[in-house]
């Protein structure tokens, strides 16, 4: 039997094999730009420890919406449990509620780490918090799926950090002209 007899006899077989696997590669391809999209449409809420914009003795809290979309129902929790003290009693109003809505690229900060000084000698933080806390944010986005981030943060990070003000810089120069000042 030579190739042409056996392609008439059994071409309808492999017609429908060829469609059947045309059909699962196609729903494949779909399925995976489908999960594709949503994983790139989705809120990704994060939070961090950022220095304060114009001190450097403050340490703040951030929680942003880094994705495209918004998150809603953001619940954040705090392990350990915040203490119940009046330095601490902002953020734990802030968070104690679900949040409704943070949009893209919205920030909320609170100060969570003030040094504090006797004379000129470090006693510690101002605040009531403690160094180290674990934040579980979970919120809802595309297609009302619930997502979770859980982040370990802890000040020490921060209080090692070095840095260098040149001397030409704006804030260098602003010190330079406060020590010129100071001296007259």
């Known amino acids: 039997m030579d190739f042409w007899t056996w392609t008439d006899q059994h071409g309808v ?29 989705r809120p990704m809420v994060s939070g961090s420890f950022v ?36 330095t601490t009693e902002l953020v734990r109003k802030r ?11 919205e920030t909320l900060e609170n100060a969570w780490y003030l040094a504090k000084f006797s004379g000129s000698d470090f006693v510690g933080n101002h605040y009531a918090y403690p160094d180290e806390v674990t934040l579980r944010i979970t919120y809802r986005g595309v297609l009302w799926m619930r997502r979770e981030d859980v982040t370990r943060l802890n000040v020490a990070t921060h209080l090692h950090t070095s840095d260098t003000v040149s001397s030409s810089s704006m804030l260098g120069s602003i010190r330079r002209i406060a020590g010129a000042l100071e001296k007259k």
Do not use: C, H, M
Request: hydrophobic share 40%.
């Open 51 to 86: 220095f304060g914009a114009n001190s450097p003795d403050t340490i703040l809290l951030r929680i942003k919406n880094y994705g495209p979309t918004r998150a809603e129902d953001v619940i954040v929790t705090f392990e350990p449990p915040l203490p119940d003290d009046a």
């Open 95 to 105: 968070y104690e509620q679900p949040l409704g809505v943070i949009n893209p690229g």
């Open 13 to 41: 077989g492999l017609t429908a094999i060829a469609t059947v696997a045309l059909v699962l590669a196609t729903v494949a391809t779909l399925w995976v730009a489908g999960n594709d999209s949503r994983r790139r449409n």
